[in-house]
């Protein structure tokens, strides 16, 4: 009887199964290597015990030892615990496994492997193993240290990627080859289905559970919440995703249920003991002698994962400015592969897209690299002191100045999570303009080009033109976060600066690849190439006064058009009587005074050295009151100097002249513009010398229209400078100086008597 077999087989695999663990422990070694090897003990490849004798049923429960998996993985996910986590594990998640997954393709083909094995190789070796690392860490008592917390931050990272990542090699697996269109059109599908299930279970499921938590006790708890979590499982089944995100939607809804963590206490050891039957049913897919023959491959992926992982886990500390000893401890630690890997490997299996050699080998590779991880844990600290007697002194000096033990911590505050919001935000809507060109281009207006052009290398030419061309505004646009910010974690700390600058390397590489999709069409050149040339003329693109500019305009009719009506509204509250609300609103004055310079030191020199982004308004130097000082004019000891600019400008620059010494930050606060303009006597101001803000008509006879704030010459030639502009409705705050002036705006100057005299002497002013 079938029922007797599964009975039997059972038996003998939980007494292996247990027996086996129970060394393993002794030795100190990770329960999930014991259950591997004691599959492999029981399976028809080892001779000398008892076999199982109904692989089919086995396959089924491991199948279920993976939904449960999937399901306990995602009662404890949340997103408090993403943004709990800091910047700091995103950049090490991402650096490690955008790496690993090019690195493992490429062993790959240099294997001589087949496409889909190649690409799924990639996929098995991006992620370190959750559950090796975590047992290590209780071992040791490395769980509450700073780089352990990170470590484990960038594994949730990790596993979140890896849903997507089931998803993606789904897609492939199907198509047999990497198309963008479809993986977008797969990930466009998930995220509407995490929203459609994310929403129902936020209504849904905790109204439920509120509604009979008189009734229910733990028994029906499990029953309930692993019915939910089966629905779920059919579910995405049913619309084409695979079980393991199924499973994990259910725990990631009940997690956020009242009950999520008594959900997760009683589901426990249901999900060990289906997980074991999992790994044991990985053991037993064991081969000797298809070891025997893949030995060099499994010797060769072993060292790549170490040496990989490593590696790149190190490089993403770093760049999240954490120290070099912290870098190392944290890399040391993610040097295995483990159960995401065997999911990635079965997934591939069902759909037989991948060879049979692939599962065993990439078992041994995870057995290899597993039982090395305590090993590269308790020598990480003799690996810090020799690389930290090894290194060129002009490195490590470096590292010293842009790290810092505290980074992630300091990546948690509030400057920190506001600048990434704001990054994430543009980088997500560009991405998805970026995505929609290069659809509709290649769907619709590729089509047209290759009826219009006989050529087929030049219809792709003209297609990928345009396309480029209507991408450019997106990628300037995503670049065009608050520079205020920027400058003032720039300026908090050194060890702010590398993840800064990896910031901007993402949202360069970003739209590259999105280049790099249009021209794979016309050059036959791997898309890694194809995306770093198309990451220098993002850099040009970037870095163009002209291109920022028009982006900036299109950005400003964009809001205009879109919020028409609450602008013209606003308008007619105000009454329009001449009173620029952008004095109430981000614009500051802060004073500050100079206690040491060099007596022939200009503006221009003065305020290059530094970092801040204000303007400075004016100076004070004894009697005499300088308006709307040039670069030319000298900055002397002595000076008061009023700078004018956002918060979070004049909080930079606070924080660098706490740093420099040569100026200091005088006891008046810092005050509003409209108050320091109404409020002059209290500096002691003459009236002759009081700064006064005036309205500038810009028609189509002006010198000023089409060009931008910077080239203007308004400075210069008016000795004022432009603190705000009126667009039809809209009202520009502050307005980069690379926006440029349009016919019909309402140009708000600030300047003194020599704004007014001048503009009155060139008939500038209207009645």
């Not at 000082?629 to 000298?634: G, H, L, N, V």
């Given at each position: 009887m079938h029922l007797d077999h599964l009975v039997t087989d059972l038996a003998l695999i939980l007494i292996v199964a247990a027996v086996v663990t129970l060394i393993f422990r002794k030795l100190k070694q990770p329960v999930v290597l014991g259950y591997i090897v004691a599959g492999f003990l029981i399976s028809p490849n080892f001779i000398y015990l008892p076999t199982v004798v109904e692989q089919t049923h086995i396959s089924v429960w491991a199948d279920i030892g993976v939904i449960f998996l999937m399901f306990g993985l995602g009662l404890e996910f949340s997103f408090r615990k993403i943004a709990t986590v800091g910047g700091?594990?995103?950049?090490?998640?991402?650096?490690?496994?955008?790496?690993?997954?090019?690195?493992?393709?490429?062993?790959?083909?240099?294997?001589?492997?087949?496409?889909?094995?190649?690409?799924?190789?990639?996929?098995?070796?991006?992620?370190?193993?959750?559950?090796?690392?975590?047992?290590?860490?209780?071992?040791?008592?490395?769980?509450?240290?700073?780089?352990?917390?990170?470590?484990?931050?960038?594994?949730?990272?990790?596993?979140?990627?890896?849903?997507?990542?089931?998803?993606v090699l789904s897609t492939i697996s199907v198509s047999q080859n990497v198309s963008g269109l479809a993986m977008g059109k797969e990930i466009g599908l998930l995220m509407i289905y995490l929203v459609i299930w994310l929403l129902l279970g936020i209504y849904v499921i905790p109204s439920l559970l509120k509604r009979v938590s008189g009734l229910i006790n733990d028994e029906l708890l499990v029953v309930l919440s692993l019915g939910i979590c089966f629905l779920m499982v059919l579910i995405a089944n049913r619309i084409g995703f695979s079980s393991a995100l199924g499973a994990f939607m259910a725990g990631s809804i009940l997690a956020g249920t009242v009950r999520g963590e008594r959900i997760q206490w009683l589901v426990e050891p249901i999900k060990d003991l289906f997980g074991a039957i999992f790994f044991v049913s990985v053991g037993m897919l064991i081969q000797p002698d298809l070891l025997v023959k893949y030995l060099g491959p499994i010797l060769l992926l072993s060292a790549v994962t170490i040496v990989g992982q490593k590696t790149f886990a190190t490089l993403g500390f770093?760049?999240?400015?954490?120290?070099?000893?912290?870098?190392?401890?944290?890399?040391s630690s993610m040097v295995q592969i483990g159960e995401f890997s065997f999911i990635v490997a079965t997934l591939g299996m069902s759909l037989h897209v991948i060879s049979e050699h692939i599962y065993p080998i990439i078992v041994c590779v995870s057995v290899i690299t597993s039982f090395l991880t305590p090993l590269f844990i308790k020598n990480s600290e003799r690996e810090y002191r020799f690389l930290d007697r090894h290194l060129p002194k002009k490195l490590r000096i470096f590292l010293r100045r842009n790290t810092s033990e505290d980074q992630n911590r300091r990546s948690m505050d509030e400057d920190w999570l506001a600048f990434t919001r704001k990054v994430a935000i543009r980088t997500l809507i560009c991405s998805l303009f970026m995505f929609t060109i290069y659809y509709a281009g290649t769907e619709y207006f590729q089509p047209v080009m290759e009826k219009a052009i006989d050529s087929d290398f030049g219809a792709k030419a003209a297609t990928a033109g345009v396309l480029i061309l209507v991408m450019i505004p997106f990628i300037n646009f995503m670049h065009g976060v608050d520079t205020g910010l920027f400058v003032k974690l720039w300026t908090k700390h050194r060890a702010n600066h590398l993840p800064l600058i990896t910031l901007k390397a993402v949202r360069v590489l970003i739209p590259a690849c999105f280049i790099a999709l249009v021209l794979r069409e016309l050059f036959r050149i791997p898309f890694p190439v194809l995306v770093l040339i198309a990451a220098v003329p993002i850099i040009l693109i970037v870095r163009s006064e002209w291109i920022t500019g028009v982006t900036i305009n299109m950005e400003m009719r964009f809001i205009a058009n879109?919020?028409?009506?609450?602008?013209?509204?606003?308008?007619?509250?105000?009454?329009?009587?001449?009173?620029?609300?952008?004095?109430?609103?981000?614009?500051?004055?802060?004073?500050?005074?100079v206690t040491d310079t060099d007596e022939r030191k200009t503006i221009l020199d003065f305020a290059s050295s530094r970092a801040f982004k204000v303007t400075i308004i004016r100076i004070?130097?004894?009697?005499?009151?300088?308006?709307?000082?040039?670069?030319?004019?000298?900055?002397?000891?002595?000076?008061?100097l009023h700078m004018m600019g956002s918060q979070d400008e004049i909080d930079a620059c606070t924080m660098l002249l706490s740093k420099d010494h040569c100026i200091e930050y005088t006891e008046r606060k810092d005050i509003r513009l409209k108050e320091y303009i109404y409020g002059q006597n209290f500096y002691h101001v003459p009236e002759e010398s009081r700064l006064t803000c005036l309205p500038l008509e810009i028609d189509g006879s002006s010198e000023f229209v089409r060009k931008s704030i910077k080239n203007c010459g308004i400075r210069p030639k008016y000795k004022a400078t432009i603190i705000g502009i009126e667009r039809g409705d809209l009202p520009i705050f502050n307005p980069d100086i690379e926006t440029v002036i349009n016919r019909g705006d309402l140009v708000w100057l600030m300047g003194g008597s020599d704004m007014i005299n001048r503009l009155i002497a060139d008939d500038m002013l209207k009645d």
């Open positions: 700091s594990a995103f950049t090490i998640a991402v650096t490690v496994m955008t790496a690993m997954l090019f690195i493992g393709t490429g062993v790959g083909h240099a294997l001589g492997w087949a496409k889909m094995d190649c690409i799924f190789l990639g996929g098995m070796l991006s992620m370190s193993s959750t559950m090796i690392i975590l047992k290590a860490f209780e071992e040791y008592d490395l769980k509450k240290k700073d780089f352990g917390q990170m470590v484990l931050g960038a594994l949730v990272i990790e596993d979140i990627a890896g849903i997507f990542m089931l998803v770093l760049l999240s400015g954490q120290t070099l000893h912290t870098a190392v401890r944290g890399g879109f919020a028409e009506h609450t602008l013209a509204r606003q308008k007619k509250e105000r009454g329009e009587k001449g009173r620029p609300r952008w004095l109430n609103e981000s614009m500051m004055v802060a004073e500050f005074r004070i130097r004894d009697d005499e009151v300088i308006n709307m000082p040039t670069k030319d004019d000298e900055v002397k000891k002595g000076d008061l």
